[in-house]
């Protein structure tokens, strides 16, 4: 059975940091990019970033760029999304899921689309 269990949110003041974690099991970890969604109340899902278990390239929306760290640990299957200096438009949960692409390329791929498997979210609160 395919899972993508996320971890790690909760509620923080602005300006703070967490680090997500998005935990993979029931398909082959290297096979797979995992990418980062959020969904705000009353917004569409949006991309944050990806990356690729197999050779660890990344990519990060304007959003986050500067500000969040994807990285991968690969004996653990296990991605992580390191979040500095939040901000209230942060606000929202977080999704991670599992696209079938070895390499990330420089455009990234965040539509949504590619992504065969997804988490159940965890819940990200930034107050000011």
């Known amino acids: 059975e395919v899972q993508l269990v996320e971890s790690g949110g909760g509620l923080v003041q602005a300006g703070g940091s967490l680090r997500l974690s998005c935990a993979a099991s029931g398909f082959t970890f290297d096979d797979y990019a995992i990418g980062w969604f959020r969904q705000a109340p009353g917004k569409e899902r949006e991309g944050v970033s990806c990356i690729s278990s197999r050779d660890g390239s990344t990519y990060y929306t304007d959003s986050a760029k500067g500000r969040f760290t994807i990285s991968s640990d690969n004996a653990k299957n296990t991605v992580y999304l390191q979040m500095n200096s939040l901000k209230p438009e942060d606000t929202a949960v977080y999704y991670c899921?599992?696209?079938?692409?070895?390499?990330?390329?420089?455009?990234?791929?965040?539509?949504?689309?590619?992504?065969?498997?997804w988490g159940q979210g965890t819940q990200v609160t930034v107050s000011s």
């Open positions: 899921a599992a696209a079938p692409y070895w390499v990330v390329p420089g455009t990234g791929f965040l539509a949504g689309y590619e992504y065969d498997y």
